[in-house]
């Protein structure tokens, strides 16, 4: 006789789904008629299982291009003409990274010195900063 | 399930097979029935992931290792996120 089993972790959601070669006694592993991998994930709770509601994930790592595209084109434009040698040396930095870690202490002082230079205007800074988004994540 | 099947000189006893998915935390252990770790070994069947991009905070879920901690625990070890991962396993012991 098949051996199904559904483990849970110890906030009794089923972690892992299973077809095991004997029978075991345990209060974490519940018993199941049939391989259910659907399970997964679920909340096990007076015989039942259920979905969990998942708190939303924070993004704040984003590919380089899609922290470029957050910047309006006048922007842009403004980091590449600018003379300021720390502006300069910023957006070479930035522009070798793949990856940009939007809590980087790099980038919050780079664009502190954008908005002190005027080329991003006040207020910029936290809406270049939201967190990311899965698309962002994609090259 | 008990499998005997001639291979070689030597026959599988066993065969346990599961999906576990990991999530938030670096360490996942599953519990199987019991089997002689000296003539068992686990295999890596494939690895999932929930929705995640390709940044560097995300490369380290893409990975997992799986151990035979001892006769009745399986133990994975990846990167903790807070995005789940699922991986495939087999055991089989030979008899």
């Given amino acids: 006789m098949p051996n199904f089993y559904a483990q849970l972790n110890d ?23 049939k391989y259910d991998a659907s399970l997964l994930g679920k909340k096990y709770n007076g015989g039942i299982f259920s979905d969990v509601i998942k708190a939303p994930v924070i993004i704040r790592t984003i590919l380089g291009w899609a922290l470029d595209e957050r910047f309006t084109l006048a922007e842009s434009a403004a980091i590449e003409a600018s003379t300021n040698s720390y502006v300069k ?9 793949p990856f940009i870690n939007l809590d980087a202490a790099i980038v919050s002082e780079g664009l502190d010195l954008l908005t002190t230079l005027g080329i991003i205007k006040v207020g910029r800074k936290a809406e270049l900063l939201v967190d ?3 698309e962002e994540t994609r090259s | ?8 000189t030597k026959s599988i006893k066993s ?12 360490t996942a252990t599953v519990t199987i029935t019991s089997v002689d770790t000296a003539k068992s070994f686990v295999s890596f069947l494939g690895i999932g992931h929930e ?9 380290g879920q893409k990975f997992a290792t799986i151990t035979l901690t001892n006769a009745t625990t399986l133990t994975i070890t990846r990167k903790a996120t807070s995005l789940g991962t699922y991986i495939s396993w087999e055991v089989i012991e030979y008899a």
């Avoid at chain 2, 399930?1 to 070689?8: D, F, L, P, Q, V």
Wanted: charge should be positive; aromatic fraction near 2%.
């Fill in chain 1, 11 to 33: 906030s009794n959601i089923c972690t892992t789904v299973s077809e095991l070669s004997g029978e075991i006694i345990d209060i974490k592993l519940i018993k199941l008629d």
């Fill in chain 1, 89 to 97: 040396a910023l957006n070479r930095r930035l522009s070798r990274k």
């Fill in chain 1, 132 to 134: 990311g988004t899965h």
């Fill in chain 2, 1 to 8: 399930m008990a499998i005997n099947i001639a291979y070689g």
């Fill in chain 2, 15 to 26: 065969i346990q097979r599961g999906v576990t998915l990991s999530s938030s935390t670096a």
């Fill in chain 2, 51 to 59: 929705e995640v991009g390709s940044t560097a905070d995300t490369l």
